[in-house]
T-cell receptor, first 114, second 109 residues
Framework: SAVISQKPSRDICQRGTSLTIQCQVDSQVTMMFWYRQQPGQSLTLIATANQGSEATYESGFVIDKFPISRPNLTFSTLTVSNMSPEDSSIYLC???????????FGEGSWLTVV | TQLLEQSPQFLSIQEGENLTVYCNSSSVFSSLQWYRQEPGEGPVLLVTVVTGGEVKKLKRLTFQFGDARKDSSLHITAAQPGDTGLYLCAGAGTYKYIFGTGTRLKVLA
């Protein structure tokens, strides 16, 4: 299995500010994804992080709000910009194994916007 | 748009009972995963099924992938309080993974 770590693990943020979440994966990971999980809900895909190029965003998510970088194979960042209380969620970084059959997750980043 | 519907959405049972959770879609997936998530943690992988009709067992948990690779089930035998959590299925589509709507299970001692 792949090892995935995120930071921060938790944060309380002020409305209108931005926060960058970092994700570090081990070398067994090929594709990287960012998901959001709102309280009591399942996971919703925000975007696929592409190495060295712009991320591929899902419907309802835009680069201005959720800029993503992936400068190399094992590191990615997600920024939640101009936060509002509706952005309070768990943000999860996922990575797939070389076989591509399985996606693994870290512990997630719990954001509360006040 | 690929969707994965899970049923039931919520389930509260007594310790020792059996249960089945279903994960259904109209789309075909190359593989399907089941996860359990506990409060304060990320989803933890339970199993990956790849072949249509495949059955995998993990102690008291039995997973089946539908013949057409559009659906899956998770059966728990003699549930225990430690099985409590959010169960999620996820299908591997074209270059991305789609998660099911989730089943929240509570096993009472």
């Amino acid at each position: 299995s792949a090892v995935i770590s995120q930071k921060p693990s938790r944060d309380i943020c002020q409305r209108g500010t931005s926060l960058t979440i970092q994700c570090q994966v081990d070398s067994q990971v090929t594709m990287m994804f960012w998901y959001r999980q709102q309280p009591g809900q399942s996971l919703t895909l925000i975007a696929t992080a592409n190495q060295g190029s712009e991320a591929t965003y899902e419907s309802g998510f835009v680069i201005d709000k959720f800029p993503i970088s992936r400068p190399n194979l094992t590191f990615s960042t997600l920024t939640v910009s101009n936060m509002s209380p509706e952005d309070s969620s768990i943000y999860l970084c996922g990575g797939t194994s070389v076989s591509g059959n399985t996606i693994y997750f870290g512990e997630g980043s719990w954001l509360t916007v006040v | 748009t690929q969707l994965l519907e899970q049923s039931p959405q919520f389930l509260s049972i007594q310790e020792g009972e059996n249960l089945t959770v279903y994960c259904n879609s109209s789309s075909v997936f190359s593989s399907l995963q089941w996860y359990r998530q506990e409060p304060g943690e990320g989803p933890v992988l339970l199993v990956t099924v790849v072949t249509g009709g495949e059955v995998k067992k993990l102690k008291r948990l039995t997973f089946q992938f539908g013949d057409a690779r559009k659906d899956s089930s998770l059966h728990i035998t003699a549930a225990q309080p430690g099985d409590t959590g959010l169960y999620l299925c996820a299908g591997a589509g074209t270059y991305k993974y789609i998660f099911g709507t989730g089943t929240r299970l509570k096993v009472l001692a």
